[in-house]
Each structure stands twice: as structure tokens, then as C-alpha cells.
């Protein structure tokens, strides 16, 4: 709850027949939580209905609902369950939606008992455009990361290509044709360690969901990727042409640092493939990122996809250090090295085709011509 702030005063999980299973609530002390449950019980029941007939269907997914004291969101976890939100009734809703799809998630695997599920919700960072190239300036002068960094991988791709399957293969070994669909997103850890090396990357997975409902989601749980694997399924067209979707939305908001793998999965069904090899190979060189193919289902490449993105991690961060180590010996002026100059600059040029109006595309210059400045003085 102190992610999301003092707009959240409660959240509960309600079965769909309106029956509060949990609550939690900010201030139990100033709620009577008996109360609080029987008055939300009786509204549950009637917005819950309402809101099945209105779209009919067996489940919404996600809906909100106002009165003159409280602000609700309604979101569907798992087949049986709701987890509702309960806001102050003037906090805004798309804040709180990135966290409330979250723990959606959580809870509807948590009730499900299959795997094992971290209570924990990370924050979610939410930037404008001038916050999010402040705060990469501000990675690109700081110092290389220890081997206790934690890298924010992001699998994307459309509904039903395997990212949860890949997932799942990778951190647990297991692999199952029935997942249930990933509510908004899934995050997991996992270690890559290398022994020859004496050294180890750890990630911090997010499987998004592909769904379009999800779209308005996709950027917030997207920023500070340090690497992502975009998958397709070959035995499917569609997914394949939304490759290039899913890179313009990820190199927007990832770091300009971002390693990518193109992954085209599920060669197992090599039977029914539509999409080749040689597509997804040509693609890849398009884009300018790595290609591999996969099998969740045989465990065919799946750990060499994550531990490609280790090395190349592992290459970075020596490739960094190597930098600062050559810059300090030839000035100690120096902040920033001379790749990441030549990155900033690539980035900040980019980021002119985003600038909606004139203040925007000013402040996006002046940082060109702080650039400028620092390769001229070498600063």
C-alpha cells in the first residue's frame, strides 16, 4: 500500500458472489474492517452483476466505479475471485491500475496454489518524458554496477505466443499447455549463474500480457528494462507482424542501453510453421538485435536465450568499466566516457520525433548542446 500512497484505503479480494474472502485496509484503526466488509459486501454484489451484464460475459476483467465517499477498482483474478481497490474520491485511477492489475496476478496465482508466488510489489515508476532522459543521463554517470544489481528483463509479445510458458521453463523447469492468461504482468526472479567465470547476473522477469486491455499498461511496466526478449509463435502470422509494434514500444521507454532477442517460439509445432527461419532472421537484422528460436514445450534454447542476455550484460558492464578506467587515467574532468556521450546524443536526436510542442522539443536541444559542451571542454 505505500507504493501506491494515501489515495489507497483499502483493498480486499471478494469471490464473485460478492463474499469478502481478505481485506486490508491502511488504518484498521479509524475502519471498522466488520463494518467496512458488510457495507462493501451488499455494493460488491450489485456492481459485480452489473458489470457482467453490461459487457456479457462470465468475467470483466476491469472495471471502476464512483460514489460520493469512495472510488472502486474492480479487477478479475482468476476465474472466481476480484480484487478491489478502494480509493479517496478524488484519486486518479491510472495511477493505482498498474499496481491493482499487479496484484491481481499475485492473488489469483496465490488462490490457485500451482506455483510459488512473491507477496512483493515492486514500485512502478511513472515519468514524463524530461524525468525519463534526466534519469538515464544520470545512469550513464554513474558507476558500473556491482554483481548484486538485479536487471529488469521484459518478455513481450502477443496473447497466447508462450512468454509465460518461457518463463516458467526457465525459473521453475516445468512446463504446463494450460497456463492460465497473465493478468496485466508476472514478475519472477531468476539467477544466471557462470561458474567459469565466477560471476552471476541476476534478473528480475516481467511477463506481460499481451492482451490489448493491457495497452494502456504496457509503458509503465515496460520503463527501466535493461534488456527484453520479444517473442512470436511461427505457427502464427499475426504474431509475427506485431514484432515491430512491440520493439516501438519497448525502445521508447527501456534504456537506450537495451539488449533485445527476437525469439520465435513454439518449433515444436515445426508441422503447422508459417512463419521461417528466415523471416524471423531477416527481421532481426532490420531491427539490429539477436535471433533465436525456441521450444517451452521441449526446452529447446530456452536457457541460452536468457543467458545470451547475461553475457552481453557481463560485456557491458566490462566494456564500462573499461571506459571510466581509460578516462580517469587520461583527465579527471571527465563525468562521462565517450561511448556514453556518443549513446546520449544518439538518444536525445531520437527522442526529437517524440517532442509534442515547442517546450519540449527546447529542452530536449539544450540538453544537445550540454552534450556539445561536455565533448568540447571534456568536461
Not at 216 to 243: C, H, K, M, Q
Request: charged residues 25%.
Amino acid at each position: 500500500m505505500q507504493e501506491v500512497g494515501e489515495n489507497l484505503i483499502s483493498i480486499l479480494l471478494v469471490g464473485q458472489d460478492g463474499l469478502v474472502v481478505d481485506i486490508l485496509t491502511r488504518d484498521s484503526g479509524k475502519i471498522d474492517e466488520k463494518k467496512f466488509i458488510g457495507a462493501f459486501g451488499s455494493l460488491a454484489e450489485l456492481v459485480l452483476k452489473k458489470i457482467t451484464l453490461d459487457f456479457d460475459l462470465g468475467t470483466f476483467g476491469a472495471g471502476t466505479f464512483d460514489t460520493d465517499r469512495y472510488r472502486f477498482i474492480f479487477c478479475e483474478a482468476g476465474n472466481d475471485y476480484v480484487l478491489v481497490s478502494i480509493l479517496h474520491p478524488k484519486a486518479l485511477v491510472d495511477e493505482v491500475f498498474p499496481y491493482t492489475y499487479l496484484a491481481a496476478d499475485k492473488a489469483a496465482r496465490i488462490m490457485d496454489g500451482e506455483l510459488p508466488v512473491s507477496p512483493v510489489i515492486p514500485k512502478i515508476i511513472r515519468e514524463n518524458e524530461m524525468e525519463r532522459i534526466k534519469r538515464k543521463m544520470e545512469y550513464y554517470q554513474s558507476k558500473p554496477h556491482s554483481p548484486e544489481y538485479v536487471y529488469k528483463l521484459s518478455i513481450i509479445g502477443d496473447q497466447g505466443v508462450g512468454k509465460t510458458s518461457m518463463t516458467q521453463r526457465y525459473v521453475h523447469g516445468i512446463f504446463q499447455a494450460d497456463y492460465k492468461a497473465t493478468i496485466g504482468t508476472f514478475i519472477s526472479k531468476k539467477e544466471c549463474k557462470f561458474n567459469e567465470l565466477n560471476t552471476a547476473v541476476r534478473f528480475m522477469i516481467w511477463d506481460l500480457a499481451g492482451q490489448n486491455q493491457f495497452q494502456r499498461l504496457w509503458p509503465d511496466y515496460l520503463t527501466d528494462s535493461r534488456a527484453g526478449i520479444i517473442v512470436y509463435d511461427i505457427s502464427n502470422r499475426e504474431s509475427f507482424e506485431n514484432v515491430k509494434k512491440w520493439y516501438d514500444i519497448i525502445v521508447k521507454v527501456a534504456y537506450p542501453s537495451l539488449i533485445l532477442v527476437l525469439v520465435g517460439n513454439k518449433i515444436d509445432l515445426e508441422d503447422s510453421r508459417i512463419v521461417s527461419k528466415e523471416e524471423g532472421i531477416n527481421l532481426a537484422k532490420e531491427l539490429g538485435i539477436y535471433y533465436l528460436e525456441t521450444s517451452a514445450k521441449t526446452n529447446e534454447n530456452i536457457d541460452d536465450v536468457f543467458e545470451w542476455i547475461a553475457l552481453q550484460i557481463i560485456n557491458r558492464n566490462i566494456e564500462i568499466l573499461k571506459d571510466t578506467i581509460l578516462d580517469k587515467q587520461e583527465s579527471s574532468k571527465y563525468v562521462i566516457s565517450g561511448p556514453q556521450l556518443k549513446l546520449l546524443n544518439q538518444h536525445f536526436i531520437k527522442q526529437l520525433d517524440y517532442c509534442i510542442g515547442t517546450s519540449d522539443t527546447k529542452e530536449i536541444i539544450k540538453l544537445l548542446d550540454i552534450l556539445k559542451t561536455i565533448e568540447k571542454s571534456k568536461l
